[in-house]
């Protein structure tokens, strides 16, 4: 069954929503720049309402090694989630200083940018010893080209086609992978049954407004992504 994450929880509200709605992980955003930021002890106490009911996974922008120091010692995340332009490298580094699960996102747009992603997975520091089932590469569509453009979370989709090699295991990704990029509880039945992502990542989609989740919207997001194999 397709595992769904909610990102950009914002209260304790919704963080109750999500898991409700059956969500495996909950996902919470450290970026000022994001309408769904949050500061440490906001991050900290959603996060620690949690409660072991979902992975939690904390997203940050290129962040430094003094942020994911007080990230990781007060927040605790299950998973690190990078959105900016972080290179293999330093995807390594952040992995072996803080001993936790990382998903790399990498916007895509073309069957070129899914290949360049693909040759960042197989880097001599993502190789497979060296990694957990948990550590992914997440697609998401590739932020327009303007100033201020937010890294995720625009609502943007990409077509999902170009990542059909994906599932199948082939020797340059060998990995499972997250899809993301403007899923809609309408659409997301759709992009399962296409190309099998096992995880699906979702913000902007069930939201009533930037930062604020609909909790119906998130129960027929989850429903459709979980039930998209039982009626293909």
Avoid at 55 to 81: C, G, H, K, N
């Amino acid at each position: 069954m397709t595992r769904v994450k909610i990102c950009g929880l914002t209260t304790l509200h919704a963080v109750d929503g999500a898991i409700a709605a059956r969500a495996d992980y909950v996902g919470f955003v450290i970026f000022k720049k994001s309408p769904r930021h949050l500061d440490i002890e906001r991050a900290k106490a959603l996060c620690a309402h949690v409660e072991g009911r979902a992975r939690t996974v904390v997203l940050v922008v290129e962040p430094t090694d003094a942020l994911l120091d007080e990230i990781v010692s007060r927040i605790s995340p299950d998973i690190i989630q990078l959105h900016g332009y972080e290179t293999p490298q330093r995807v390594h580094h952040i992995r072996r200083r803080y001993g936790r699960s990382v998903w790399k996102a990498v916007g895509v747009a073309t069957a070129m940018d899914v290949l360049e992603a693909r040759r960042f997975m197989a880097e001599d520091v993502m190789r497979q010893d060296e990694v957990t089932l948990e550590d992914l590469i997440l697609y998401d569509a590739k932020p327009p080209e303007m100033p201020d453009a937010l890294p995720g979370g625009n609502g943007l989709s990409f077509d999902w086609r170009i990542l059909s090699g994906a599932k199948d295991g082939g020797a340059e990704v060998k990995r499972p992978f997250v899809l993301a990029g403007g899923l809609t509880p309408e659409n997301v039945g759709t992009a399962i049954k296409l190309i099998d992502p096992p995880i699906v990542d979702v913000s902007s989609g069930v939201e009533r407004e930037p930062g604020t989740k609909d909790e119906a919207l998130m129960q027929s997001f989850i429903r459709a992504a979980k039930t998209a194999k039982q009626y293909g």
